[in-house]
């Protein structure tokens, strides 16, 4: 697309739905930097009139709600002031402990048989489990929790089902936590002192549920595939727990979990990279393709051949978590890397023979341009007994 189109690049969306996707690194920073002039607002659409009722990505695109997700302008402001908070509430050491705990009592359901499939006995329900305990959820709805959010994953015909009962869940939460708050995100943001809705809150933490499912889940499952596909990465398993971060680095810069974001609406006319951007037209953000833009890529490794030897030194300047005034809250970043880091130090630790019980070659991903994570990740290791995680 690149080569062809340079780094605003017209696409089809099904139904032949036009819109531009930017694979820029300079461009992007120019897009998501700007929200008056590309907004996060899609009520600005110019093809909402041209949708059928069922258009696949309807619920991607989202439409205005009362939301910290599709809020903009000064009532998104007023939902970062309540969200944030609550996130940045969240006890670093405490979450790191529960996130160890969660993984162990995980890794001793499949440990004895010396065979998993981390996708969805490891990788999926982890970040479920962490966020329901630092949301508010008694660990008993945890189970529930993470059955829902993986029929809404797999996008299956369970998922509406699951979308309506994960919404309810986040209505009985609200209620809950009402009546007897606790020291969790849930009960901080209901203590913000600005006033909102109940619907405003479940929708609020719907959205960050949501967004710190997947995206965690497939970090830590891109992650692991690199580490025992990648000979660079190879000392992690010997040992030495340097690489772990170093290989989460750079699974946020090669294999990013969100590969494209949808969206940003042009508020008028205007240029972009010589192509001429209508009133109301979509941008999909193109964070995998700005990561991998040659004119920063290069320099990311710091070698001639633009490969070097696979560090990065610590250089996080990718577009993983977008950027601007709509990028991914700071507090949310560093819970999701305490997950899947704690979930990948806790897995190594516990079967540091682990290895792929099939060619690399065979993996699959799943069949999304927006999200990348991978389908199934067999592994075979030699069986260890359960450490019995606390109760």
């Known amino acids: ?32 930097a700007d929200p008056l002039l590309f907004p996060r607002d899609s009520g600005l659409w110019n093809q909402w009139d041209t949708l059928p009722e069922d258009w696949p990505l309807r619920p991607m695109i989202g439409q ?50 010396g065979e998993a499939e981390l996708v969805a006995e ?97 970090w830590i499952g891109n992650s692991v595939r690199l580490m025992l596909t990648d000979d660079r990465f190879s000392a992690s398993l010997t040992g030495g727990r340097h690489s772990v971060a170093e290989a989460m680095n750079e699974v946020l810069w090669e294999d990013t979990p969100t590969q494209i974001l949808a969206g940003r609406w042009a508020a008028r006319d205007t240029w972009l990279a010589g192509r001429h951007i209508g009133a109301g037209d979509m941008l999909l953000l193109g964070l995998a393709g700005a990561n991998l833009d040659p004119k920063v890529h290069l320099d990311g490794y710091g070698g001639a051949d633009g490969r070097g030897d696979g560090f990065r030194n610590g250089n996080s300047a990718h577009f993983s978590f977008s950027h601007g005034e709509f990028q991914c809250p700071f507090a949310a970043r560093e819970i999701a890397e305490i997950i899947a880091r704690s979930g990948i130090e806790v897995l190594l630790d516990r079967l540091p023979d682990v290895e792929l019980s099939v060619p690399v070659d065979s993996l699959t991903r799943r069949p999304s341009a927006f999200l990348r994570g991978m389908t199934e990740l067999p592994v075979h290791f030699s069986p260890a007994p359960p450490v019995g995680g606390r109760p």
Not at 77 to 103: F, K
């Open 1 to 32: 697309m690149r080569r062809d189109h340079g780094p605003v690049v017209p696409v089809m969306l099904p139904g032949d739905v036009p819109a531009w996707l930017v694979v820029g690194y300079r461009e992007l920073h120019q897009v998501t």
């Open 64 to 113: 205005r709600m009362p939301s910290v997700y599709y809020t903009v302008g000064a009532e998104h402001q007023r939902h970062l002031r309540m969200v944030n908070p609550a996130l940045e509430g969240v006890e670093h050491v405490e979450l790191r402990g529960w996130c160890e705990e969660m993984a162990d009592r995980l890794i001793d359901g499949f440990c004895g048989r």
């Open 122 to 218: 490891y990788a999926k329900p982890l970040p479920v489990l962490a966020l329901a305990r630092i949301f508010g959820f008694p660990d008993a709805e945890g189970p529930a929790l993470t059955r829902t959010m993986s029929d809404l994953a797999d996008g299956g015909p369970e998922a509406l089902d699951a979308y309506r009962e994960f919404v309810g869940l986040m209505y009985k939460l609200v209620a809950d936590k009402q009546a007897v708050p606790g020291d969790d995100v849930a009960s901080r943001m209901l203590a913000h002192p600005e006033p909102f809705t109940d619907d405003e809150y479940a929708l609020d933490l719907t959205a960050l549920t949501a967004a710190g499912h997947l995206p965690t889940a497939d």
